[in-house]
């Protein structure tokens, strides 16, 4: 397997693929992979989804959600401007006045429906291409993790789908990939290609979306299934067993044997019992064994300046991994996947059982295992609306996770808006419940501000780049989780806080220290005042805010609304309002003065907790 | 709601954890370490210095690749398994003999290891080689977390409760949070903060007792001490509060009064906590830092040694201990990346050329600061891997090797007992994923010793010492 990576990574000569047939070969869309048939449950989703949103103007049956608290949230409306951008802003990037208004006119579950249902805009593939960073030129892109950071960048603050790229978002922080460290041709397009197939999978079907995963290009080199050999008794080489270890560990099943709320299941001497040995591991570790990255119909080109480096085209990175080693970069004599038994978690491969008939077997089993449902809702609700959700919220999430009411198991759209829709986030006590909530996540933070405000950017590029220092920038960036761990874990714990005193959990204090919350401060002073915007590129235009910049009271209410669902408090209102009074400024004052009152009532509501504690 | 419960849960928790601590028996060790809880005089007065630095090597490092085989016949065991090239050549996961020959760790005094092995630092730790032949370095082979001592046929055992295991073994978060404190994930108090807390009344700032120079880890995290972070630059100050705000004073003011205030919201109240806590102590920590001269250059010749950055201000905090208020340290610095399922050959190294420059500088560090016997440095790591390959990568194992090094070290020797190199003995539990022959209990009271810890406060430190044979393994002297 280090063949094929020093091929793509090193700058020495590569050996020319022959031109052979498979260049004739029109190669699937990175849309619609290889295996997926015309007849996939997906699609079928994708079908009845429309149907749905068709009828569900009339308030009509929606599937996906069984009779019990959603069948009463439906009919549900925001009683205010504050609880409608309390439920939106958990849903979706940003809000605005006028999707506030919407909301309160349709009710929750409409909207939502209608957000679910709207159609994916531009791809991050199709936006690098636009920017023409899918040349081979003299700035090797190809061997650059900028254009990446450019595409999440414009991903996120750009374009509608502001809900279907929230749950992307979170789940990018469940099937964690990083682009740090992606060190092969075309990353940039790679991380594109994995955050197109969130994008398309976040309201598709949980086994879809794990297969898709499972063979994505970049996940293949982050987790090692890319070129994971089969065993070799004559040198005593073993499968690599990271990827089947986390694909139990974080994707599926966890380490303890659940109940259906999320909590372990007590077992012999009342300890937690563990869901798999490493003998699981090193058995479901054949089962990964015999992908490489598909070159069908690749055509190489030389670098610029070189007269050796053969770049491939960049179609490699946005095609499943597949184990027909015929279309691999550097074709083996024979296929590399294990011919032996594979026994795990009570399933069992038989001998000689081919790559693709294997890995349905094994994700079946992953898939229908019953922690799956408990495991994945519980972090998506943490991610979504409260670290400390009740045992009977998760379990409620967790069985439309079981069955959607139609008998679908997995039915991703179903369990997103259980999480959004259920009495418990949708109840007035979570915002007056000092338990309730989560810690807003930093790159939310940076992503939100942008959309509330019109950022642009004037290179076109998105330029905001890596902000993973904690010390000057947000000490978290998109798609670029220091490990498959994501930033933070889902069970830490503060050390001598409110929180662990009161036995909560905190995910997002694992980001929360004392140069981070210094750092971030910083950054977004700079990023919201700064005349040039960040790094020269990326400025907000606050023109809704200008124009009501005159009345200190009116623009704090208002950045209020927009950025904390109205919950600073009358107290930290007036703080804020009272500096914002500083500066003098009348109708007729000059554009920049204004922009110093907003400024500040931006900055100080981003700075207060009240704020930073999503509730 | 439940806020005003507070006290009244903590103490419960005191109460459960002590009923806990009950039951596990007259014999347990948790017994004794009831003695150390809340009393905080464990070091006598005085003016010395000690500072223990944790370096974490995040990922799980490939000590089969840190320290090499060198001696011909293990050499050639090591290189089979491994896919070495014929005639000692390089292949697979195996560096070339050859390579190996600049950086042997020869025991002047000589010692025997486990069949006659003889060990080589990876080929780019030159430094650290030269630093063992000056007795200032040592390795302590295969440790790791263990609750009692564990043979392969009780590890074997499906008698859990005579035989108890560390919980979610190879498991990266897990065993990282192990090996900082005993506990898997979830854990809020680590033998770096343990021992912090025992020296809290020795500081007359006690905040400066536990500081971490990397991100928030449980290692450092006491029943009473805070792990409080610096960056490799230092404290940060908020420029907002320092100078106006967008050219306003009263926004200034009301930045401040934002960031500090309290509040009723158990989040926002911990959140403000720590913001306060980040203001108030950058003051201290600047004034201090910006007295401090220090010539040993950190820099490498080539590029950034984000390692050594750390330990670059690990080393200032140190030389600022007087103006700080302290008198016991203990620090955390990490690299990460060593996670090398796949490309091992060709990452390895780089992480090994890594740490061994930052740790050398840092020794250089303390020598130009005369505290060189008064600081020790530590490697810790998620696990050890397999001696097995994958082809060009190894897995995630359990015990490890790791490294000691400063004045009060009593180096240019081998601690612990070397593993055999064998897939199949019975010092590992499968692929050589070590069967750990020392525990971390074990090394940590080791360093609690030297640190000043008394003996009967070591199992509130190392909670399951008293399951072994010693808790002072001698590489402190």
């Known amino acids: 397997m280090v063949l094929e990576t020093l091929a793509l990574q090193d700058s020495g000569a590569v050996e020319a693929e022959p031109g052979d047939m498979r260049q004739n070969v029109e190669p699937p869309t990175a849309k619609q992979s290889s295996r997926s048939g015309p007849v996939s449950p997906s699609n079928l989703a994708v079908a009845a989804l429309a149907l749905t949103t068709a009828a569900c103007g009339g308030g009509g049956t929606s599937s996906g959600t069984p009779p019990g608290p959603g069948s009463t949230a439906q009919a549900r409306k925001p009683q205010s401007d504050a609880e409608a951008a309390q439920f939106i802003l ?35 593939i199709a936006w690098l291409a636009s920017r023409g960073f899918d040349q081979v030129t003299a700035a090797n892109y190809f061997d650059n993790e900028y254009p990446g950071d ?211 077997i094994a ?35 967790a069985n439309v996770f079981n069955n959607n009411g139609t008998g679908q198991r997995g039915d991703l759209r179903a369990v997103f808006k259980a999480i959004l829709l259920d009495d418990e986030a949708l109840a007035p006590a979570t915002r007056t419940d000092p338990r309730f909530g989560k810690i807003r996540e930093p790159m939310v933070r940076l992503v939100q501000w942008g959309r509330t405000f019109g950022a642009l950017s004037t290179s076109g590029n998105w330029n905001i780049g890596n902000v993973s220092d904690s010390a000057s920038r947000l000490g978290q960036s998109p798609l670029r989780s220091p490990s498959v761990f994501n930033f933070f874990r889902p069970g830490y714990v503060p050390s001598n806080t409110m929180a662990s005193a009161n036995g909560l959990v905190a995910p997002e204090f694992q980001l929360v220290n004392e140069t981070s919350t210094s750092g971030y401060v910083n950054y977004m002073t700079t990023a919201i005042g700064s005349a040039n915007g960040i790094n020269n590129d990326v400025k907000a235009q606050y023109s809704a805010e200008l124009a009501i910049a005159p009345d200190a009271a009116a623009l704090v209410d208002h950045v209020s609304l927009l950025m904390a669902a109205a919950q600073l408090s009358d107290s930290t209102k007036a703080v804020i309002r009272q500096a914002v009074e500083d500066v003098v400024v009348t109708a007729s004052s000059p554009d920049s003065e204004k922009l110093r009152r907003v400024y500040l009532a931006v900055l100080l509501v981003m700075a207060s907790a009240e704020y930073l504690v999503q509730k | 709601m439940h806020i005003g419960k507070l006290n009244e849960i903590s103490r419960r928790a005191f109460l459960h954890r002590s009923s806990q601590l009950a039951a596990a028996g007259a014999a347990s060790s948790w017994a004794m370490g009831l003695a150390g809880i809340g009393e905080a005089a464990a070091f006598s007065p005085g003016t010395d210095y000690k500072a223990l630095v944790c370096i974490f090597l995040y990922g799980g490092n490939d000590h089969n690749s840190m320290l090499v085989p060198f001696d011909s016949a293990n050499y050639d065991l090591y290189s089979a398994i491994r896919g070495g090239g014929p005639g000692q050549t390089a292949g697979g996961i195996t560096p070339a003999r050859a390579s190996l020959a600049a950086t042997v760790l020869a025991p002047p005094q000589g010692q025997v290891l486990t069949n006659d092995i003889q060990y080589a630092l990876a080929p780019q730790m030159t430094r650290l080689k030269a630093r063992f032949d000056q007795g200032a370095m040592a390795p302590m082979l295969n440790v790791g977390p263990l609750i009692v001592p564990l043979t392969l046929d009780q590890y ?99 930045l401040n009064t934002l960031m500090t205030q309290a509040h009723t919201h158990v989040l926002e109240s911990d959140y403000n906590t720590v913001a306060k806590r980040s203001i108030d102590a950058e003051g201290v920590v600047s004034a201090a830092l910006s007295q401090v001269s220090l010539a040993t250059s950190f820099a490498p010749a080539v590029g950034r040694n984000r390692l050594a950055e750390q330990l670059s201000i690990v080393a200032q905090l140190i030389a600022a201990r007087q103006p700080l208020g302290v008198r016991r340290q203990v620090f955390m610095v990490s690299l990460g990346g060593f996670d ?78 070397a593993p055999q190199i064998s897939l199949n003995s019975n010092d590992q539990v499968g692929q050589g994923r070590l069967l750990p022959t020392t525990s971390v209990d074990q090394y940590a009271a080791t360093m609690a010793t030297w640190f000043g810890v008394a003996p009967s406060e070591l199992p509130s430190v190392a909670p399951n010492i008293g399951r072994f044979a010693t808790s002072n393994l001698g590489f402190l002297g």
């Open chain 1, 150 to 360: 450019y595409m999440i960048w414009n991903q996120l603050m750009t374009g509608s789908n502001g809900v279907r790229k929230r749950i992307a978002l979170a789940l990018s922080e469940y099937f964690v990939v990083s682009l740090t460290g992606l060190n092969f041709a075309w990353r940039s397009q790679a991380i594109a290609h994995y955050w197109d197939q969130l994008n398309a999978r976040a309201f598709g079907n949980f086994r879809e979306l794990l297969e898709d995963i499972t063979l994505n290009p970049a996940m293949g080199y982050f987790l090692n299934t890319q070129g994971n050999r089969k065993e070799d008794t004559r040198t005593g080489r073993q499968p690599d067993e990271n990827y089947a270890r986390e694909v139990m560990q974080l994707f599926t099943i966890g380490l303890y044997q659940l109940n259906g709320d999320g909590t372990p299941k007590a077992g012999a001497n009342g300890q937690p019992t563990e869901t798999y040995t490493n003998d699981d591991v090193t058995n479901l570790a054949r089962v990964f064994t015999g992908y490489d990255w598909d070159f069908t119909g690749n055509v190489d080109t030389l670098a610029v300046g070189s007269t050796t480096r053969k770049i491939p085209g960049t179609g490699y990175v946005t095609k499943a991994m597949t184990s027909d080693f015929t279309k691999w970069r550097s074709p083996p004599s024979s296929s590399q996947h294990s011919a032996l038994a594979a026994t795990f978690l009570g399933t069992s491969v038989p001998a000689n059982t081919d790559a693709t008939a294997a890995l349905k």
């Open chain 1, 90 to 124: 958990r849903a979706s990037l940003s809000v605005s006045t006028a999707e506030i208004a919407n909301i309160k006119s349709v009710g929750f579950e409409p909207w939502l429906d209608a957000q679910i249902g709207a159609q994916i805009g531009q791809t991050g």
């Open chain 2, 340 to 417: 090398t399922h796949d490309r091992l050959p060709q990452d390895h190294p780089g992480l090994m050329d890594t740490l061994d420059f930052a740790m050398d500088a840092f020794y250089r560090a303390t020598l130009e600061l005369g505290v060189a016997d008064k600081v020790t440095t530590f490697t810790a790591s998620d696990f050890g891997r397999t001696l097995a390959s994958n082809g060009d990568g190894s897995d995630h194992g359990w015990g490890s090797h790791h490294l000691v090094m400063g004045g009060a070290v009593a180096g240019g020797r081998y601690y612990g007992t």
């Open chain 1, 363 to 397: 994700l079946d089993a992953l898939f229908n295992h019953s922690n799956v449902g408990p495991f994945f809702a519980r972090q998506m609700i943490q991610r979504l609306v409260t670290s400390n959700p009740s045992a009977a919220y998760v379990t409620r999430v």
């Open chain 2, 156 to 254: 074997k055992s499906s008698n859990l409760v005579a035989n108890p295991r560390p919980a979610k073994l190879f498991s990266h978060n897990d065993q990282q949070s192990t090996w900082q404190s005993s506990k898997p994930e979830g854990a809020t108090d680590g033998w770096g903060g343990r021992m912090g807390d025992l020296a809290l009344s020795s500081n007359s700032n006690a905040l400066f007792t536990c500081i971490s120079a990397t991100g928030n880890a449980v290692m450092l995290s006491g029943t009473q001490a805070l792990s409080y972070q610096v960056s490799s630059g230092g404290a940060i100050a908020v420029n907002g509060i320092k100078r106006s705000l967008y050219g306003s004073s009263k926004g200034s003011a009301a």
